[in-house]
């Protein structure tokens, strides 16, 4: 079995920022993929970024790059997505996920992870 943990979440005003922490704990790999999606109120759950485990390899979509930054502690079996300048928009409930079998091409798609986190609200504020 496998628990992913996310933390950080909460409320900041525009140009702000926020850390946000994914734990995994369980049958954890070392060849996972551990990335973060987000949803808001009415919308789809869209890909934010992920980062391989194995190697550093990250994917960020368009609408974040140069603002968030995703890492990763391998020992301490942990992602970080690290979000600056927040804009209104970033509002969502993000979620963790993680999977070991996903090829490159598939790490932006949500229905390739296996496992998800419960989600932690992340309200930008104006």
């Known amino acids: 079995q496998v628990r992913l943990v996310e933390s950080g979440g909460g409320l900041v005003q525009a140009g702000g920022s926020l850390r946000l922490s994914c734990v995994a704990s369980?049958?954890?790999?070392?060849?996972?993929?551990m990335g973060w999606f987000r949803q808001a109120p009415g919308k789809e759950r869209e890909f934010v970024a992920t980062?391989?485990?194995?190697?550093?390899?990250?994917r960020y979509a368009d609408i974040v790059k140069g603002r968030f930054t995703i890492s990763r502690d391998n020992a301490k079996n942990t992602a970080y997505l690290q979000m600056n300048s927040l804009e209104p928009e970033d509002t969502a409930v993000y979620y963790c996920?993680?999977?070991?079998?996903?090829?490159?091409?598939?790490?932006?798609?949500?229905?390739?992870?296996?496992?998800w986190g419960q989600g932690t609200q992340v309200t930008v504020s104006s």
């Open positions: 980062i391989k485990l194995n190697g550093g390899t990250t």
């Open positions: 369980g049958r954890t790999s070392t060849n996972w993929a």
């Open positions: 996920a993680a999977d070991s079998t996903i090829i490159t091409s598939r790490l932006s798609l949500p229905d390739a992870y296996d496992y």
